[in-house]
């Protein structure tokens, strides 16, 4: 291994290192959140219910992947994100495509820091896709939850009890909240009491706040008593007032998010037209191990740039 073949592979390990740490530090900011809301619904005995429910149920043989927090995590967030897969099998098919991918340009290139960075580039790729996938799906839950409190205040003045309102909206609401409803239903006809099962759609639905907002509302009324319409009907208030601020704030970062796609797409799309146009022209680039560092270093530096600007123009309400 050559001197820049080794400076490069440092590089990739080290730009790896930092998305690992911004991985786990906001993650972190989610678990810190997660743990507020069951000391404040004074809950924690349904947390192991429902992260360690399913081996408890086959007699409590655990698989590997259920055996550590990161990896019961990257489940919830595959859940959150729409796929409800096995974490053990995503994580195969990751393993056979960056293998994959790593064999495949090495065999081509002569240089496994080629197929290491491309497979950097596949793990940054599909990071950005589940995460992409889960906020526009709990985004649809947060635009749906104002729709399905009015439905449910609506059954609670008709006189239904609480349970009955939840299966009425459960099957009125599409997806994605009128599953997760549905789910929180099936449990308590299952034997479940109420109050566990809308803890545990919080604790799979942990960064929609606003139905944490209204989980933590019916828990307390349970618990204390109270007008739960008047409370669901403010929350519904907050809620419209809420989204009308957060329209009005993407309507004025419109420009910047914008201007950041262009910027963010610019080098991808004169690099093209440069290989179209004359391919030989790049091709240093690709052949030398000096090449080959510059595009490490250049492609690390435009992911860390579309990162942040994706942070600066994203609405944080």
């Given at each position: 291994m050559t001197e820049f073949q080794a400076i490069g592979l440092f590089l990739g390990l080290a730009f790896f290192c930092v998305v690992?740490?911004?991985?786990?530090?906001?993650?972190?900011?989610?678990?810190?959140?997660?743990?507020?809301?069951?000391?404040?619904?004074r809950a924690r005995e349904f947390q192991?219910?429902?992260?360690?429910?399913?081996?408890?149920?086959?007699g409590g043989n655990r698989s590997w992947t259920d055996r550590w927090s990161k990896l019961r995590r990257l489940g919830v967030v595959?859940?959150?994100?729409?796929?409800?897969?096995?974490?053990?099998?995503?994580?195969?098919?990751?393993?056979?495509?960056?293998?994959?991918?790593?064999?495949a340009v090495t065999l081509v290139t002569g240089n496994p820091v080629s197929g290491l960075a491309l497979d950097m580039v596949v793990v940054v790729v599909a990071y950005m896709v589940i995460t992409t996938r889960r906020r526009k799906?709990?985004?649809?839950?947060?635009?749906?939850?104002?729709?399905?409190?009015?439905?449910?205040v609506f059954g609670l003045r008709a006189?239904?009890?609480?349970?009955?309102?939840?299966?009425?909206?459960?099957?009125?609401?599409?997806?994605?909240?009128g599953g997760e409803l549905r789910r929180c239903h099936e449990e308590y006809e299952l034997g479940r009491p109420l109050e566990a099962a809308l803890i545990s759609m919080s604790l799979r639905l942990d960064a929609c706040r606003a139905l944490r907002t209204f989980v933590e509302a019916v828990v307390v009324l349970k618990q204390t008593g109270g007008n739960l319409v008047e409370v669901m009907?403010?929350?519904?208030?907050?809620?419209?007032?809420?989204?009308?601020?957060?329209?009005?704030?993407?309507?004025?970062?419109?420009?910047?998010?914008?201007?950041?796609?262009?910027?963010?797409?610019?080098?991808?799309?004169?690099?093209?037209?440069?290989?179209?146009?004359?391919?030989?022209?790049?091709?240093?680039?690709?052949?030398?191990?000096?090449?080959r560092v510059v595009l490490i270093i250049a492609s690390s530096l435009?992911?860390?740039?579309?990162?942040?600007?994706?942070?600066?123009?994203?609405?944080?309400?």
């Open positions: 690992q740490g911004l991985f786990l530090l906001t993650r972190g900011r989610h678990r810190q959140r997660r743990d507020r809301l069951l000391e404040l619904l192991g219910d429902w992260i360690d429910g399913d081996w408890r149920a086959t595959l859940a959150q994100a729409g796929w409800n897969v096995n974490v053990g099998r995503f994580l195969a098919v990751m393993g056979a495509i960056l293998g994959v991918t790593m064999v799906r709990l985004n649809e839950i947060d635009e749906q939850l104002p729709q399905a409190l009015e439905l449910m006189g239904h009890p609480l349970e009955g309102a939840l299966r009425f909206v459960s099957h009125e609401l599409p997806d994605p909240l009907e403010r929350i519904v208030s907050t809620l419209r007032a809420q989204a009308a601020y957060e329209a009005r704030y993407r309507a004025l970062t419109a420009e910047g998010r914008t201007s950041g796609l262009i910027l963010g797409s610019l080098p991808l799309l004169i690099l093209t037209a440069v290989l179209v146009v004359q391919p030989g022209y790049l091709g240093s680039l690709f052949k030398s191990g000096t090449g435009w992911m860390a740039g579309i990162a942040w600007l994706m942070r600066l123009v994203r609405p944080a309400v």
